[in-house]
């Protein structure tokens, strides 16, 4: 192997290979630091025979061809801590925790600063080194923040997996990142030790001997605190090294690692702090839990509400009130679904607590399209707000934005209006075939349909072990292919209609659903929408599965009157079908992103006879 050192080397590795397991696909790469690998979901021993290899070979030895243009060196930022090394003499709030009693724990930027350094010095200790990769299993909060800016410290890789995944998909996410060491709380170790989840456990809290023996739990946090003390810092990390590897939502298959280097980081910092002029004097309410972590990144105070993480839509408006009169909140975040949740229970909400609502400035909301009428709702509870949807996703955030004042001049269309792109974030349009397949192209021409193209210095590294998902994702190259489909306006703003694998091919071209589901989503009786695509390719026929605002209804072929005016609202496409379900799936991470793959295999099957059920 020795020998291979100067060879471009392509591992292409099946996870549920029983023999050439993640010990020896980590020497191997060990071995050959050149290659690139390429995780094969579902492929076992004989790869070539349960995965279609080939594309990604002549992909590959293709792309070796290919003139090199280098690396470009990234331009020189505050790293991810900064902030925290400036206010580390301030002993205001830096973290909020809050109970269903009110505030549980709270911490000072001067305590929060100086326990980073301990903890990342200790954890030096421990025998975390440059490049390690250390899974963080932990609620947002203060322990959560304290892990991962006292990781980069100590210049190791964070993995970030969403507990969202569920079990599977974070057993799926956790061996493909295949982290050196772990630090959770006791419920996270206890599933490690039974998912069989990758690296040594360090646990957030303290425990007792015998489960410390039991989760092979090697040290604690405080154990960590306590050998730092009195010891040097460690060598900070350049911008050009890895910083972190987060999780796709998983919302249209497996979720990928994507991987980002501190200076793509610190550039996504900057441009938060640039398009909402966020300063000292703001402090967060972080609905959605992993921007809990932007907090301390951006200098400002944070709180996370009483609320079940994994679960978005059960944030109640007295539960974000408590949160905002913690921290007299000026900025709140939250996913579409906390809002609705919000809106829809703030009859219930103490009226003296609508005041600490009156100091906020800002309301974000992303992750799916926001209905204006839940916006609308959010700011008679904020009077003093204005309402933001930032556009982006794991790769890259933020990509666009658009107020709710925009969105209400603008006005329908076919899709989400979600803005101009900001500063320093080129978009570009690769046009659809008759097939709906995107050519390849890139357009900035008005009204052209295809898929959505990014470039900024704030967008991911690559897919992590996904060589050749990187290679098709980055065509052309050094472009973001969003796998999202829009397109611009005459002014240049960006409306999204749907995903590219969401597309519905008909015998008369391409149809995209998310304008359909737009159109009919405003009917009276209608909750929610999902138009889906339902026979083989290039003749679907579309269908309109609708929520009714009446849950009880059990899953049905609509009736005549529902039927004509849905028909009526679709934008003149011609509706084969329109069935009535109790609710409409949608993805774990933002309770908002409609599964259409799900209710599009589910119709399927019912207009082929089968049982109605509910999808």
Not at 319 to 328: F, G, K, S, T
Request: glycine share 10%; aromatic share 4%.
């Amino acid at each position: 192997l020795d020998r291979l050192a100067e060879v471009p080397v392509l591992l292409l590795w099946g996870p549920a290979d029983p023999v050439f397991n993640t010990v020896y696909r980590r020497d191997l790469a060990a071995r050959l630091p050149q290659a690139e690998i390429h995780r094969l979901e579902g492929a076992s021993h004989l790869v070539a025979e349960a995965v279609r290899v080939a594309p990604a070979v002549f992909d590959w030895i293709e792309r070796l061809d290919e003139p090199w243009e280098g690396v470009s060196r990234p331009s020189e930022r505050p790293s991810l801590w900064a902030s925290l090394d400036r206010r580390q003499a301030d002993d205001s709030l830096a973290i909020v925790e809050m109970g269903p009693g009110g505030v549980e724990r709270s911490i000072s930027f001067r305590d929060l600063a100086d326990d980073v350094r301990r903890v990342g010095a200790g954890l030096s200790q421990l025998g975390v080194t440059k490049g390690d990769r250390v899974a963080l299993l932990i609620p947002p909060g203060i322990d959560l923040a304290v892990s991962l800016y006292a990781c980069w410290r100590a210049s190791a890789v964070v993995v970030v997996v969403d507990a969202g995944l569920g079990v599977r998909g974070m057993t799926r996410a956790l061996k493909s990142a295949n982290p050196q060491y772990m630090i959770g709380n006791p419920k996270a170790l206890t599933a490690a030790r039974s998912m069989g989840w990758p690296g040594k456990r360090i646990s957030s809290t303290e425990m007792s001997p015998t489960a410390r023996r039991l989760l092979r739990v090697i040290a604690s946090l405080d154990e960590a605190r306590s050998r730092g003390v009195g010891q040097p810092d460690p060598i900070p990390p350049g911008a050009g090294d890895e910083a972190a590897v987060g999780f796709t939502s998983g919302a249209t298959g497996p979720a990928k690692g994507v991987a980002y280097r501190h200076h793509q980081m610190q550039a996504q910092r900057d441009a938060l702090v640039a398009l909402y002029g966020i300063n000292d004097n703001d402090r967060l309410v972080a609905a959605f839990g992993p921007f809990a972590l932007y907090g301390p990144m951006m200098g400002i105070p944070s709180v996370v509400p009483d609320m079940e993480v994994t679960a978005p839509g059960s944030l109640t408006a007295q539960a974000l009130a408590e949160a905002a009169q913690a921290v007299d909140a000026t900025l709140v975040f939250a996913s579409p679904a906390a809002l609705r949740n919000v809106v829809e229970t703030s009859p219930d909400m103490v009226p003296d607590l609508r005041q600490s609502l009156e100091g906020v400035r800002l309301v974000m909301s992303a992750g799916a399209p926001v209905p204006a009428y839940t916006l609308r709702g959010t700011l008679e509870l904020m009077s003093n707000a204005e309402a933001h949807t930032p556009y982006g996703m794991t790769e890259v955030l933020p990509v666009a934005d658009i107020s709710l004042i925009e969105i209400e001049e603008v006005g329908p269309g076919n899709g989400v209006c979600v803005g101009f792109p900001v500063e320093g974030v080129a978009v570009r349009i690769s046009p659809l075939d008759h097939d709906g397949r995107a050519t390849g192209e890139l357009s900035t021409d008005a009204e052209v349909v295809g898929e959505v193209c990014i470039k900024s210095a704030h967008m991911r590294d690559g897919y992590d072990q996904l060589w050749w998902t990187e290679h098709t994702a980055s065509q052309p190259e050094g472009w973001h292919r969003s796998g999202d489909v829009g397109h611009l306006d005459e002014q240049g703003r960006l409306w999204i209609e749907g995903r590219m694998g969401h597309i519905i091919t008909s015998a008369d071209g391409p149809i995209t659903p998310v304008g359909i589901e737009q159109s009919v989503i405003v009917l009276p009786e209608v909750a929610n929408a999902a138009v889906v695509g339902v026979g083989p390719p290039g003749t679907q026929q579309v269908v309109v599965v609708v929520a009714t605002l009446d849950p009880s209804r059990r899953s049905a072929l609509a009736g005549i009157a529902l039927s004509d005016r849905v028909r009526s609202t679709a934008q003149g496409v011609d509706v084969a079908a329109v069935l009535v379900v109790p609710e409409i799936p949608v993805d774990k991470r933002h309770n908002s992103k409609v599964d259409r793959a799900r209710v599009s295999r589910w119709a399927e099957q019912v207009l082929a006879g089968g049982r109605m059920g509910s999808p």
